[in-house]
């Protein structure tokens, strides 16, 4: 047995022995580009206090991820494509965990950003990889199966990485939380070249350059409008980046119609398959990635639970999205993919419904059930999603597949923490300036405790620290009168600060509620159209194997 595979999987005349094993090096690639993202939502508040991190530069520690990502993925699937699918997963495995080994090494907000930017370039090239690598290693009487185990790995990974990060933070810094990708990236790196055989395209035809630099240029400038908009206002910055969008867009798709081999045949979407499985993956990840950035939130500041703790009490929804996959890979063949996707959006929806009921009052008990439903609806609509956007590909645009359910996927996460989450804020700080109405918080303090429910506790610790100073000077005043007068403004100052805090609490949760309703009635408008959309008899089963084309001499 060769220690180094080097047998293209398209010369091969029976079904890759070792795919299994190969899948496993994929969805551990997986793991740790989703880890990187949702790790980041409980080491944040620690970052921020380290190194004095603004909301705004918070905001593109988290967001520097995302803007390459999502903007590169279909030109470097195209380009895996032609060269070599496992090639482009072992450089972004190296890309990824040099940008890791920055992101540890970094002391100021402007090198985390950084780091974070390259490990997004490298997450750009290991995702789509990971499915064209998939599709082309496993007959097509098998690839549902393996999709399956993919999409239940990236519910996994939403889940563990609180887990993760939590573990590293009660020991280590937050850099940790970066560290810790680096032996598991090379882990994978090696791993591939022994268990995942090379593969590319068989065709020659050169990559349409103008197609994938337009498709940087709409995608990435979407993406940053998405960003900058609801958080930091529409100012020039977020209308230029959407003219720039919107004119990149139509160059795009323009072009793409001409093109004689387009980077991404854009006909594609007049599929109503192809179009509502999209749509159904990007309106799934909006309310996925909304609802996991205001329930950790909730978690940890309302109810007072560390990143650890925290992290755990996200593991009902991965077991859950384990549940739902099996029941998917059973389901669909039986059903049809459109009656297994419509009931795992059903189920999203109540999820966001359930969480309309949470208040002040509120234990994590309340959020076992949202949890449990959302992790279902995960395992039964994405798999049969990002199947039939894979089998709607030739064998020779797998990396081109797999690029465009990645970036619906990333853009529906983009929307639902721009959108939702400005939403929250919103909501958040009106609740709050009405619940401390008639207050005697000075107007410099409410509108601190209005930038976010972390600063609202900082308010609400600061006047206790001051009930306690004033406390302190009383059991050393000088005569009796002062020590009275300090005692009852010691008295003062603490009801003061259960007062606010018990209102940041209340504001929180009652934005909690808001959003979650927002989220329902956009997921559940998105479930009819995507019911629509699909095909009433089709199943993934029915897209039929592409004929492969003659493979290249060379290796990749």
């Not at 998939?134 to 939403?158: C, N, V």
């Not at 008990?365 to 039964?380: E, K």
């Not at 009168?481 to 600060?497: I, R, S």
Request: with cysteine; proline share 4%.
């Amino acid at each position: 047995m060769r220690l180094v595979m080097t047998e293209p999987v398209e010369k091969m005349e029976r079904p890759y022995a070792r795919r299994w094993w190969a899948l496993l090096v994929l969805c551990l690639s997986l793991l740790i580009i989703v880890m990187a993202n949702t790790a980041l939502t409980v080491a944040a508040p620690d970052m921020t206090k380290d190194l004095g991190l603004s909301s705004a530069d918070l905001q593109w520690v988290i967001d520097g991820y995302t803007v390459p990502y999502a903007a590169l993925m279909l030109l470097l699937g195209a380009i895996g494509d032609k060269y070599s699918r496992r090639g482009a997963l072992v450089l972004g495995l190296l890309v990824f965990a040099g940008g890791a080994v920055f992101g540890y090494l970094a002391d100021s907000a402007a090198t985390v950003i950084a780091a974070r930017a390259v490990m997004g370039v490298g997450a750009a090239l290991i995702m789509p990889a990971t499915l064209s690598l998939l599709a082309a290693t496993f007959p097509r009487a098998e690839r549902a199966k393996a999709i399956t185990l993919w999409t239940a790995t990236a519910g996994l990974a939403i889940a563990a990485g609180p887990v993760v990060a939590g573990a590293l933070l009660r020991a280590h810094g937050w850099s940790s939380t970066f560290l810790i990708n680096v032996p598991i990236a090379l882990a994978a790196l090696v791993a591939a070249f022994v268990l995942v055989p090379p593969s590319k395209a068989g065709h020659h035809d050169r990559i349409d350059y103008v197609g994938g630099l337009l498709s940087v240029i709409w995608t990435g400038s979407l993406v940053y409008m998405i960003i900058q908009g609801p958080h930091f206002g529409w100012g020039g910055k977020a209308v230029a980046a959407a003219v720039v969008a919107g004119a990149g867009l139509i160059a795009f798709v323009l072009w793409e119609l001409r093109h004689p081999r387009p980077i991404l045949d854009v006909r594609r979407f007049a599929h109503r398959r192809f179009a509502g499985s999209n749509l159904a993956v990007a309106l799934f990840f909006l309310a996925v990635f909304g609802a996991f950035y205001f329930l950790t939130q909730h978690l940890q500041f309302v109810l007072g639970y560390d990143a650890l703790e925290t992290g755990v009490r996200m593991l009902p929804l991965a077991g859950a999205v384990f549940v739902g996959s099996a029941l998917t890979g059973w389901l669909t063949p039986r059903v049809g993919m459109k009656w297994t996707v419509s009931a795992g959006m059903v189920l999203g929806t109540l999820a966001l419904a359930l969480l309309t009921q949470v208040d002040a009052g509120s234990t994590y008990g309340d959020f076992v059930a949202p949890l449990v439903v959302l992790g279902l609806a995960i395992g039964l609509a994405l798999s049969p999603c990002t199947d039939a956007i894979m089998g709607a590909f030739p064998e020779s645009e797998l990396g081109v597949g797999g690029a465009v359910n990645d970036t619906s996927l990333e853009l529906g996460g983009s929307l639902g923490i721009a959108i939702l989450g400005s939403l929250l804020a919103t909501s958040y700080g009106n609740h709050l300036t009405d619940a401390t109405a008639g207050s005697k918080l000075p107007p410099s303090a409410l509108e601190t405790a209005q930038d976010s429910v972390g600063a609202g506790y900082a308010v609400a610790q600061g006047i206790a620290d001051k009930a306690h100073q004033a406390a302190a000077q009383a059991a050393h005043a000088s005569t009796p009168q002062q020590a009275a007068a300090l005692k009852q403004q010691a008295t003062e100052l603490a009801a003061g600060a259960h007062r606010m805090a018990d209102a940041v609490s209340s504001s929180f949760s009652s934005a909690v509620a808001h959003t979650s309703l927002v989220g329902a009635v956009v997921l559940g408008i998105g479930t009819v159209l995507v019911a629509f959309l699909l095909p009433r008899h089709a199943t993934t089963e029915e897209v039929k194997e592409p004929e492969r084309e003659p493979a290249e001499t060379t290796t990749g």
